[in-house]
């Protein structure tokens, strides 16, 4: 049976891949997306991850004139803060081709810092974008479920003229694949938790949405409890941080082994290793690829009980959720660390995330987008 790929474009799949505000997280996807499927001929074009308000409307204009999105692609993929319904509209050979819309993260869900103002310029471009998709990958569970709830909130605020169905529309349209896990990060034979003295790690980027705050109040419970502790705090670090960072680094000077951002991969892998107990306070998590790594490396587990968490982090090591106060949620958190030391909580790597895993689900995403006349 012959495919439906692009006339002429050869016997290798050439795939476009758009990442127009290329994180960290997001880099990482991507070249791991390309190391998993060598055989297919891929080129990239890729934004700097700064000037957010930019960067989310002003791609297509980045783009306008870049050679490449006038040629046949068997295959086009977008990350979330592509605006692809209006690439689309630009380049129209781009309708002709099958389009995938990978949302790391979607804009309903994304908290609000006192500092930004809300807009909902941002989800536009999500909602219009996954219209404009042929198919809608999410990186978890509960990042999908958010936006479709926040669709739905979004439209039942409108006045009138609303389409009906929508939001079923786009959940039929939609998959679950996580940002895949590195072989390689799974330890074969973990060290031994230490719980005489385990060694906290908190690893996440440097802002407010990743919950310092509650660290901070976090570690306070500990030292009012007399819990013995030593402590890295790690990450992604920018200009402007929150006060919480510089208060945890004088309260608990005495206790720490690693601080800021560690510049080397192999250094912050040795971390990983060494770390006992792998924290997370987070506000906003969509999946959490810190929390996966270290938990791959051989760390316990220790988490907010909402968020992407559910999906792969153990009921007994998810303390209970309370967004609205942060020192009940502390001593929650504290509550729960104490159980797990009590009973010598061992490791619990998340199997299911390895890449070796994943590139199953992806391969038969692909095959579906590319040959659709075989995987009808």
């Known amino acids: 049976m012959a495919d439906s790929r692009i006339p002429g474009s050869g016997d290798t799949p050439r795939i476009l891949l758009l990442s127009s505000y290329d994180a960290t997280s997001h880099q990482r996807w991507r070249e791991q997306l390309t190391a998993l499927f060598p055989g297919f001929h891929w080129q990239t074009l890729a934004l700097p991850p700064r000037f957010f308000r930019w960067r989310i409307r002003g791609n297509p204009l980045s783009w306008l004139n870049e050679p490449a999105l006038s040629e046949p692609w068997d295959l086009v993929i977008a990350t979330s803060m592509v605006d692809l319904a209006t690439l689309r509209s630009i380049h129209p050979q781009l309708t002709r081709t099958p389009c995938l819309l990978y949302m790391h993260e979607n804009q309903f869900a994304f908290p609000v810092s006192g500092t930004q103002a809300s807009s909902v310029d941002p989800q536009m471009v999500n909602l219009y974008s996954a219209i404009s998709a042929d198919l809608v990958v999410f990186n978890s569970d509960w990042n999908r479920d958010s936006f479709l709830d926040g669709v739905r909130a979004l439209l039942d605020k409108m006045p ?180 797990l030391r009590l009973h010598r909580a061992a490791g619990c790597p998340p199997n299911a995330w390895r890449a070796s895993v994943l590139t199953d689900a992806y391969q038969a995403v692909f095959d579906r987008m590319l040959y659709p006349a075989r995987t009808d």
């Not at 679950?176 to 896990?181: A, L, R």
């Open 160 to 339: 009138d003229e609303v389409p009906e169905g929508l939001s079923a529309c786009l959940r039929a349209k939609s998959r679950v694949i996580p940002v895949p896990i590195e072989d390689r990060l799974f330890a074969e034979q973990p060290s031994e938790v230490n719980w005489v003295c385990p060694h906290l790690l908190w690893n996440h980027r440097w802002e407010y949405d990743k919950g310092p705050e509650r660290l901070l109040k976090l570690l306070q419970a500990l030292k009012q409890r007399d819990l013995p502790f030593r402590l890295s705090v790690v990450g992604e670090q920018f200009r402007n941080h929150p006060r919480a960072f510089d208060q945890i680094r004088d309260q608990f000077g005495e206790r720490i082994t690693h601080w800021g951002f560690l510049g080397s991969r192999g250094e912050y892998d040795q971390l990983l290793r060494q770390a006992d107990v792998v924290i997370s306070t987070a506000l906003h998590d969509f999946q959490g690829l810190s929390m996966l790594e270290a938990m791959a490396a051989g760390c316990v587990p220790l988490a907010p009980d909402r968020l992407a968490y559910r999906e792969y982090v153990p009921a007994r090591h998810r303390y209970a959720s309370h967004e609205q106060d942060a020192d009940a949620e502390a001593g929650a958190a504290a509550d729960c660390l104490e159980h």
